[in-house]
């Protein structure tokens, strides 16, 4: 499974609509914010059989039960030489890892300035 960590606004600047529920909302990316998560359609259809009640159910990811809210298109494709489309997408203030907010280590992320990677 590939799973992506994203900001609650990098979706809806790529101008993805979700297959069915929503994308992340504004301040779900922070950390300390509800577990929640978005999955892939390729993801749906292989784990869930694309049951349309999936909306609300759990999925443990690392021993953490997020929320699913919403099923992001397979037609999602960015233009970035390193990007495949994910399985599962989580808000990024969800990683657990120090390294997120420890001042003495670099991380390598990518980032967008309008629809163009920077």
């Known amino acids: ?3 992506e ?3 609650s606004d990098y979706l809806v600047l790529l101008g993805v609509k979700p297959v069915i529920g929503r994308l ?3 301040g779900e990316d922070e950390i300390g ?4 998560v978005l999955i892939g359609e390729g993801f749906w259809n292989r784990k869930f059989g694309a049951a349309p009640d999936i909306l609300g159910q759990g999925l443990t990811l690392d021993g ?9 298109p397979e037609t999602f494709k960015m233009q970035v030489w390193s990007f495949r489309p994910g399985d599962v997408y989580a808000p ?7 390294f997120l907010t420890s001042e003495r280590r670099g991380l390598a992320f990518t980032a967008l300035d309008g629809c163009n990677p920077v």
């Open 1 to 3: 499974m590939k799973a």
């Open 5 to 7: 960590f994203i900001s």
């Open 24 to 26: 992340f909302a504004e």
């Open 33 to 36: 914010a509800s577990p929640i």
């Open 64 to 72: 953490q039960t997020f929320t699913i809210v919403g099923v992001v």
């Open 92 to 98: 990024i203030g969800q990683w657990t890892n120090p």
